[in-house]
């Protein structure tokens, strides 16, 4: 995947962190920073260069002005597209010899193990 995107200068990391900041219009940087794993400090320089990008816009949220909220922009929802359609190429790629009854069976698994991290990390 990261050699896929690397033509985008994007990496899957930075390709999720756009995705969530599409799905949550307004989500503050800590927030970006929990969802991801990241460290708050290389959210914050991940946000930085996709401000450079043009990829989103940062702002002071209206009642808590210390808190930036971030949106993305047209040109951010743009290489966000070409960026999940390159990924969709890729994971037919890697899933090409896997039935559809093994590939539903392989993202229950997947999703039952991912809620449990979840339920693990919450404690």
Request: aromatic share 2%.
């Amino acid at each position: 995947m990261t050699q896929a995107l690397a033509p985008l200068e994007m990496t899957p990391t930075q390709m999720a962190a756009l995705a969530l900041i599409e799905a949550a219009p307004g989500m503050s940087g800590a927030e970006l920073a929990r969802q991801t794993g990241l460290t708050p400090q290389s959210t914050g320089a991940m946000l930085s260069l996709f401000e450079s990008r043009g990829w989103v816009v940062r702002n002071a949220h209206p009642m808590h002005r210390r808190v930036i909220e971030t949106r993305i922009t047209d040109q951010g929802t743009l290489a966000l597209g070409t960026a999940l359609g390159i990924a969709a190429k890729v994971d037919a790629e890697v899933g090409a010899d896997i039935g559809k009854a093994e590939r539903r069976s392989l993202i229950k698994a997947l999703n039952g193990c991912a809620t449990r991290a979840e339920a693990l990390a919450a404690r």
